[in-house]
């Protein structure tokens, strides 16, 4: 056997060896490129009967499909793209010619049995390495790889073809665009980029089981897949067991992600999941505010499976998984970060999002074991923001007067949310909290929150920060399902009656509408040893929300609109307990007992 016909042989191995590995997907490609592997010394060299055709044109037809239910070993035919369903329109391939090995010491030519020798090692995570996230070839790659044209993305049935002319070569082929498909309910469904690959143009082709390769394929199809990658979730818990949570009360917050695809034996090169909580309602240094983080049904260590940075001045918090924490991600793994913060204002609205940055390129994955210490910050675009949800409250305000309508100051009142579906009807003053929650919420008058509210020397009575009753962990409650609130004075003024009956209201949407910014995800910070947080960068992209208006509610009690009279005392109506005639008669009385008595007294002298 000659030289020429042994390297030829090593090089459509290698092809082959780089088709298989590349063009499967990320969960798939350990399974086939082991068995690959396991089986070299077992699979027959395939032989070409013929030199390349080194005027002959060449291409490379990318087949993109999504969420593939099983893999097959791929020939480099175009009936390899036959098996499988679910085509990927929008998916931007670029390509690279690779020049050298990897090292930059020897050339790679197919048209040359040195150069072809020199490719039988290449592999795409040795090149991978040269891309940036822009799909750009690094300072380091010049010379090893070269882009050829630009990207191209898949359509009409997810499909795009490179015309490689005569530039026969090994490739590495890069998805530098992942698919977004829009669904019928307005989301978006996203996919996890496919793993860098190296393609052969051309290749042997008949190589599929047994048989030898007996001539040259110039019209190479690859078939590289992609899973769908669950976006992060945010979800706000704002009313439990029926009680909603107003100024002064703890909100909840989780958010849940799920990690992609993952090779076997590989772990992610870093995972971050971030948080901006809105500055005008909580503080995320507070020590009332908590994050916890799970993995699955594990709950996760501070300081052993990631490392938690809060920072003052822009609000946000952030969870770094370590080494050991990126060990208990696999493929699927379900996170969730459990957040609770007190609400310290009486602020109309709390929007939150939150982020996950997750290393969207697969050949960036490192052993289980091994690998380098995570980076304290992702690579720039590589966040996902989740939902937007929001928290909405309210106020209350009306004035105390008497029955000539003056203004009256030192009222005071306490409030309650019956549960829901419960009418402010079935609340009895004496006993309101046999049926209701007792509300705390933010007090005009002295500025905090408090569960009592006076009415000041204008007479008037504020309370802030009540959460809506129509809206309640970020969805619209029915009419059915609203609680509603019940104003009950437990003091009344000086001189004055107290109201015999707790007072309903609610807080209901207008139909007017308003804009509101969500706070800004922070993208980059640093972190010193003793948690201070400096070098803070913030991104660029706003996310806005519209949300409807909830104006001032008020109550009524008499004739006038936004008043609640007070009844003069009406004591001095009763009947005296005493008076004269009484006081005269039990005079009259002890001065004829006291006479009785001196007459008996002078009778027995004489």
């Not at 082929?173 to 019928?184: A, D």
């Not at 969730?336 to 997750?358: D, F, G, L, R």
């Not at 008669?585 to 009778?603: E, H, K, N, P």
Request: charged content about 25%; overall charge negative.
């Amino acid at each position: 056997m000659n030289k020429f016909s042994r390297t030829a042989r090593s090089v459509t191995f290698a092809a082959i060896v780089g088709l298989s590995m590349g063009i499967s997907a990320p969960a798939a490609m350990a399974q086939e490129s082991n068995t690959v592997e396991a089986q070299t010394a077992n699979v027959p060299l395939a032989s070409a009967a013929s030199l390349i055709d080194a005027n002959k044109e060449a291409s490379l037809t990318i087949h993109k499909f999504g969420d593939p239910d099983q893999t097959f070993k791929p020939t480099g035919e175009a009936a390899d793209a036959e098996q499988h369903k679910n085509p990927l329109d929008g998916a931007g391939f670029s390509i690279y010619k690779i020049l050298k090995t990897a090292d930059g010491k020897t050339d790679i030519n197919m048209n040359t049995n040195a150069g072809l020798a020199a490719a039988a090692g290449v592999k795409a995570a040795d090149y991978a390495k040269f891309i940036d996230a822009e799909g750009n070839v690094k300072a380091e790659g010049n010379g090893i790889i070269e882009k050829k044209g630009s990207e191209q993305k898949t359509q009409s049935g997810g499909i795009t073809k490179f015309d490689i002319g005569t530039e026969h070569a090994p490739y590495l082929v890069v998805e530098t665009t992942s698919p977004k498909v829009q669904n019928q309910d307005g989301s978006e469904t996203t996919y996890t980029p496919a793993n860098p690959f190296v393609a052969f143009v051309p290749m042997t082709k008949n190589n599929a089981g047994d048989n030898q390769g007996t001539e040259w394929n110039y019209d190479v199809h690859a078939v590289p897949k992609n899973y769908k990658k669950t976006p992060p979730k945010k979800s706000v818990v704002d009313q439990t067991d029926g009680k909603l949570s107003n100024a002064g009360d703890v909100i909840k917050y989780n958010i849940d992600t799920e990690v992609r695809k993952i090779e076997e034996g590989k772990r992610l090169k870093y995972y971050f999941i971030g948080d901006t909580l809105d500055s005008k309602n909580f503080d995320v240094t507070a020590v009332s505010t908590t994050i916890t983080v799970k993995a699955g049904e594990k709950q996760l260590g501070e300081g052993t499976h990631y490392t938690l940075s809060r920072d003052k001045g822009t609000n946000a918090f952030r969870v770094n998984f370590t080494k050991a924490g990126l060990q208990e991600l696999k493929s699927g793994t379900k996170v969730q970060v459990h957040v609770e913060a007190v609400k310290t204002s009486n602020e109309p609205i709390a929007p939150n999002e939150a982020t996950e940055w997750e290393p969207g390129n697969p050949s960036s994955d490192q052993d289980t074991e091994g690998g380098d210490t995570p980076p304290e910050n992702p690579e720039p675009g590589a966040g996902r923001k989740s939902n937007t949800v929001e928290t909405r409250f309210g106020d209350l305000r009306f004035k105390k007067v008497g029955e000539d309508r003056t203004a009256l100051e030192g009222a005071e009142f306490e409030i309650y949310q019956t549960k829901p579906g419960v009418k402010c009807e079935a609340v009895d003053v004496k006993t309101p909290d046999a049926n209701a929650f007792k509300v705390q919420a933010w007090d005009g008058a002295d500025n905090k929150v408090d569960t009592v509210f006076q009415s000041n020397n204008d007479g008037i009575v504020s309370a802030s920060g009540l959460h809506v009753n129509d809206f309640a962990n970020n969805a619209v409650v029915g009419s059915d399902e609203q609680t509603e609130y019940c104003l009950v004075e437990t003091k009344a003024p000086k001189g004055k009656e107290l109201l015999s009956k707790a007072v309903g209201f609610k807080l209901l949407a207008s139909e007017e509408k308003k804009t509101i910014e969500v706070p800004v995800e922070v993208t980059e910070w640093t972190t010193a040893p003793d948690g201070a947080v400096t070098s803070v960068k913030k991104s660029e992209t706003t996310t806005q929300i519209q949300t409807p208006v909830y104006k001032t509610v008020s109550v009524t009690v008499g004739a006038n609109e936004g008043e609640v009279v007070n009844l003069n005392d009406t004591t001095p109506q009763l009947p005296l307990t005493g008076g004269a005639g009484v006081g005269i008669l039990a005079a009259i009385g002890a001065a004829i007992v006291a006479a009785g008595a001196w007459f008996a007294r002078r009778g027995s002298k004489s």
